[in-house]
């Protein structure tokens, strides 16, 4: 696919307890723009009016901020999507993969977004919001951890978000691209972002000392984790 991705494994303001973060500071940067236009999808949360005010918050004065909101409210109505044409960056919060890609799909989110980052937009998110650009990804979207082979297939391979942020992830991701249950992918611990350009990965960033992010591949039946630098923004 043509344009800039940040897939992030966790951090950013929705883990911050002030809403700082030194990925959301790269995240901006990369526009080039002192005050860019940054639009925040809450799809995978239902729309959660407090998770939208949260990133409102964290962005204040120095981003031009809005929401794509597809459950309309008292507090914000529906949103077309067509906004993230108009953005220089489009921030997907977390919540739930499955229904965020379902919901996408119906009202052509999926399509906007190819073609917003076509022509520079930066798309990016954490957890589901990093989740979403892989062919497929480990999620809680049914309760339990599970494989969703269903990505919108932008980044190769498989994501695993929070890598040692939650119990079980790690060794359920190993196994699932140890048994071929999901394609060989990439893990990115809480604090961890992975930049992709056009496809290919560029670096790693992490916002916290020893923060990592893996490419976890598969020989035989065994899963093999192969670290990936991570270069500390602070």
């Known amino acids: 696919m043509r344009g800039t991705i940040l897939t992030l494994g966790g951090g950013g303001f929705s883990m911050s307890e002030d809403g700082s ?16 236009k940054v639009c925040f999808v809450g ?3 239902g729309d959660s009016a407090s ?4 990133f409102f918050a964290a962005f204040d004065g120095r981003a031009e901020t809005s929401a794509l ?3 309309a409210q008292e507090s914000h109505g529906y949103t077309p999507p067509s906004i993230a044409l108009e953005q220089d960056v489009i921030y997907v919060g977390g919540g739930s993969t499955a229904n965020l890609l379902s919901l996408w799909r119906l009202h052509g989110v999926d399509r906007v977004l190819v073609e917003a980052a076509a022509g520079g937009t930066i798309l990016a998110g954490i957890s589901a919001g990093m989740n979403c650009w892989y062919d497929a990804s480990s999620t809680d979207s049914y309760g339990p951890l599970a494989p969703l082979p269903d990505g919108l297939g932008l980044l190769p391979g498989s994501a ?3 890598y040692f942020g939650e119990e079980g992830r790690a060794e359920r991701f190993r196994g699932w691209v140890a048994d ?8 990115a611990d809480d604090h961890v972002a992975l930049l992709w350009r ?15 992010a893996f490419r976890v591949t598969r020989e035989g039946e065994t899963a093999v984790e192969m670290a990936l630098e991570v270069r500390n923004l602070g």
């Not at 973060?21 to 860019?36: F, V």
């Not at 998770?51 to 949260?54: A, E, K, N, S």
């Open 43 to 45: 799809t995978a949360s």
């Open 160 to 162: 695993c978000p929070h």
């Open 51 to 54: 998770y939208r005010d949260r």
């Open 180 to 187: 071929g249950t999901l394609p060989p992918g990439y893990a």
């Open 69 to 71: 909101v597809l459950f």
């Open 21 to 36: 973060s030194l990925i959301d500071d790269y995240l901006l940067a990369l526009t080039g723009k002192e005050r860019p």
């Open 198 to 212: 056009d496809g290919e990965l560029v670096e790693a960033v992490g916002e916290r000392p020893g923060a990592q």
